[in-house]
């Protein structure tokens, strides 16, 4: 019980310490101007400038004051007056060492004012001294820990009552509608300073998630792209010796086509990465492939051995740009896995278009060769993200004659122009 008196007070009279300096609104501490560059801070601070400004009026005024009382003389009016500015002019970057020295300076002046300067039975206090004084527990109340302010007031109000009685009830009124004011301030200030740290997490938030955003997005980029061209590249590269069977002319286009296919994957790469290479915005503006150029995967999967049956729709103009993108992808990695998977397998790729949505229809048999290693799964996940991305749905599947089957629908309405725009 004892230290829990006797601790706020030592913390207040000596060993605690105030809170850093509220930072200043920009209005309150302009740059420094050219007629005033000799000083050290390139920001004039009117808080600081306004304080120190006042103390030397209240020097000023109170050893004017003191001066002339009748029985004032050497330095007694000099000392007065700095027991009154000093605290003024210390408050602002050292709120509790200010009210340090005022309280303890507090005996000095108030025998100075009872022996010479007031009227018997007034309060020994001049007007400024009392303004110094909730001045500096202002500054207190808002920049110091609640136990210390309390301390500050507890002190305070114990000084009322020894140095005049009469007074203490309208003393002890100013005091804590100080400390209260003072307080309700330090409380508002940290419930803002709180609402800007939440807010501050809350964009961080936001922007990892968007970054994770953004990276699952290349990465199915990047896994479409490289995953459908090695497939094809591998595929062809095993197959055309064997095609050429020694022909160097066969050979020769065979390897002519593996070099197209492996520049077609380094520009679509390119274009991929490009958006990680330039932080100001300037990134590739190539357009991505569309379902435009659904006709090249065929040609390319026809060429690494698949059957492809190809059932398309009259006209693919006019699709949202990010739904050509998607059924490009899908169609894409559908006969990824179809080489890597069923090779030599017969796959019937289907696109259907109404008014509704874009319809794809993926199914290959059974392969004629041994499949490669399992996958990851990465590609069916990636698939499934673009269609939910879009507002559509896509199912995947072993189909019970063998051999498997992807199934998309894609919205194209105004609401999924909407999303992807």
């Known amino acids: 019980m004892i230290s829990a008196v006797v601790q706020p007070l030592w913390l207040a009279l000596y060993q605690g310490e105030a809170d850093p300096p509220h930072p200043r609104a920009r209005w309150l501490a302009p740059r420094t101007p050219r007629w005033l560059a000799l000083l050290p801070s390139p920001r004039l601070d009117l808080v600081q400038t306004a304080g120190l400004l006042l103390a030397v009026i209240a020097f000023f005024i109170t050893s004017s004051q003191a001066a002339g009382w009748d029985t004032a003389s050497g330095n007694g009016p000099y000392l007065m007056a700095a027991a009154v500015a000093l605290p003024i002019a210390l408050r602002d970057r050292w709120p509790l060492w200010a009210w340090r020295a005022a309280f303890l300076a507090l005996p000095y002046s108030v025998w100075v004012t009872s022996s010479i300067g007031v009227r018997p039975g007034d309060p020994p206090y001049t007007f400024l001294m009392a303004v110094s004084y909730l001045l500096v527990t202002y500054s207190v109340a808002v920049r110091c820990e609640r136990r210390i302010t309390v301390a500050v007031w507890a002190a305070s109000v114990l000084a009322a009552w020894i140095i005049h009685p009469d007074s203490m009830v309208v003393a002890t009124v100013l005091?804590?509608?100080?400390?209260?004011?003072?307080?309700?301030?330090?409380?508002?200030?940290?419930?803002?300073?709180?609402?800007?740290?939440?807010?501050?997490?809350?964009?961080?938030?936001?922007?990892?998630?968007?970054?994770?955003?953004?990276?699952?997005?290349?990465?199915?980029?990047?896994?479409?792209?490289?995953?459908?061209?090695?497939?094809?590249?591998?595929?062809?590269a095993e197959a055309v010796p064997l095609k050429a069977a020694g022909d160097p002319a066969q050979l020769e286009a065979g390897l002519a086509d593996i070099r197209v296919l492996s520049l077609e994957a380094i520009a679509q790469l390119r274009q991929v990465l490009g958006v990680l290479r330039d932080q100001d915005g300037r990134t590739d503006t190539t357009p991505q492939p569309g379902l435009d150029r659904v006709t090249e995967l065929?040609?390319?999967?026809?060429?690494?051995?698949?059957?492809?049956?190809?059932?398309?729709?009259?006209?693919?103009?006019?699709?949202?740009?990010?739904?050509?993108?998607?059924?490009?992808?899908?169609?894409?990695?559908?006969?990824?896995?179809?080489?890597?998977?069923?090779?030599?397998?017969?796959?019937?790729?289907?696109?259907?278009?109404?008014?509704?949505?874009?319809?794809?229809?993926?199914?290959?048999?059974?392969?004629?060769?041994?499949?490669?290693?399992?996958?990851?799964?990465?590609?069916?996940?990636?698939?499934?993200?673009?269609?939910?991305?879009?507002?559509?749905?896509?199912?995947?599947?072993?189909?019970?004659?063998?051999?498997?089957?992807?199934?998309?629908?894609?919205?194209?309405?105004?609401?999924?122009?909407?999303?992807?725009?």
């Open 175 to 236: 005091v804590t509608v100080t400390v209260l004011f003072g307080h309700n301030v330090r409380v508002r200030r940290s419930a803002t300073a709180q609402l800007v740290v939440e807010e501050r997490r809350t964009q961080e938030a936001i922007g990892a998630q968007s970054v994770l955003e953004e990276r699952a997005r290349i990465a199915r980029e990047l896994h479409d792209v490289v995953a459908h061209h090695m497939s094809v590249i591998a595929i062809q």
């Open 298 to 421: 065929i040609a390319n999967a026809r060429a690494a051995g698949l059957v492809v049956l190809a059932k398309l729709p009259g006209s693919l103009e006019g699709l949202p740009a990010a739904v050509g993108l998607s059924a490009y992808r899908i169609v894409q990695e559908s006969l990824s896995n179809a080489m890597r998977h069923a090779p030599g397998a017969t796959v019937v790729v289907d696109i259907g278009r109404d008014d509704g949505g874009l319809r794809l229809h993926i199914t290959n048999g059974p392969g004629v060769a041994p499949a490669g290693a399992p996958g990851a799964g990465q590609g069916l996940v990636g698939m499934r993200e673009r269609a939910a991305l879009l507002g559509g749905t896509l199912d995947a599947g072993p189909v019970p004659v063998g051999g498997f089957q992807v199934t998309a629908t894609l919205p194209v309405d105004g609401t999924t122009q909407r999303r992807s725009g």
